[in-house]
C-alpha cells in the first residue's frame, strides 16, 4: 500500500533466504555494480555473525540490507532498494529493521561506513542517531571514494530507545 501524500511503502521485512539471493545479486547490480556476488551472499547466509533481511512488496524482493555481530557492536555491511522502488521510504524501514534484530541479538552500538558523496544515505542514519564520527580514506575499491564511519549511541538506553519507537511510529500502521 503506498501513501503518496507520505511517500511510504509499506514493506514486509523477513530473514534472508539461499532462495532470494538470485533477486538479490540482480538489485545489487543495480545499485551497485558487481560488488557482491552470489556466493557472496551465500557465505553471509552461512556466517552465524551475519544477519541479513529482505523487503518484500506485492511477495517480489525489492531490497536487501544486512549487518555481521562484532561482540556488542553491529556493523551494517550494505542496504539496497531497487531503483523502481527507491523514494517510498524502503530504506529506511530496513533500516529500523536492522536495528531492531541487532538489539534483539544483543548489541549496543551500530556503525556503518558510507560513501562521502552519499549525502541522502547521510541524512537517513543521522535521523536515526548515527553520527560521523570519522573517515576512511580511499575506502571504496571501485573509484577510491572516501567513507564517513558513523555510530550511533548505545541503543539500549532509553532516550535512543523512544527515538527509534518514534521513527518506528508510521510504518506499524
Known amino acids: 500500500m503506498i501513501d503518496r501524500e507520505r511517500r511510504i511503502e509499506t514493506v514486509t521485512a523477513r530473514p534472508m533466504t539461499h532462495d532470494d539471493i538470485p533477486t538479490v545479486v540482480q ?8 560488488r557482491w556476488t552470489a556466493s557472496a551472499f551465500a557465505a553471509e547466509l552461512d ?11 506485492d511477495g517480489q524482493v525489492v531490497g536487501y540490507a544486512g549487518f555481521w555481530l562484532i561482540l556488542e557492536e553491529a556493523h551494517i555491511t550494505t ?19 536492522l536495528i531492531q534484530a541487532a538489539a534483539e541479538r544483543g548489541a549496543k552500538w551500530m556503525t556503518l561506513e558510507v560513501r562521502v558523496s552519499n549525502v541522502v544515505a547521510q541524512r537517513l542514519y543521522e535521523k536515526y542517531g548515527f553520527t560521523s564520527l570519522g573517515k576512511r580514506r580511499g575506502y571504496y575499491q571501485d573509484d577510491g571514494e572516501d567513507a564517513l564511519v ?16 518514534r521513527l518506528a511510529e508510521p510504518f506499524d500502521r
Open 27 to 34: 538489485v545489487e547490480k543495480l545499485c551497485f555494480g558487481d
Open 150 to 165: 558513523m555510530w550511533t549511541e548505545n541503543i539500549w538506553q532509553p532516550p535512543y530507545r523512544e527515538r527509534l519507537a
Open 79 to 97: 542496504i539496497a532498494v531497487h531503483p523502481g522502488s527507491q523514494g517510498l521510504k524502503i530504506g529506511e524501514q530496513l533500516l529500523l529493521r
Open 47 to 57: 556466517n552465524p555473525t551475519s544477519t541479513y533481511i529482505v523487503a518484500e512488496k
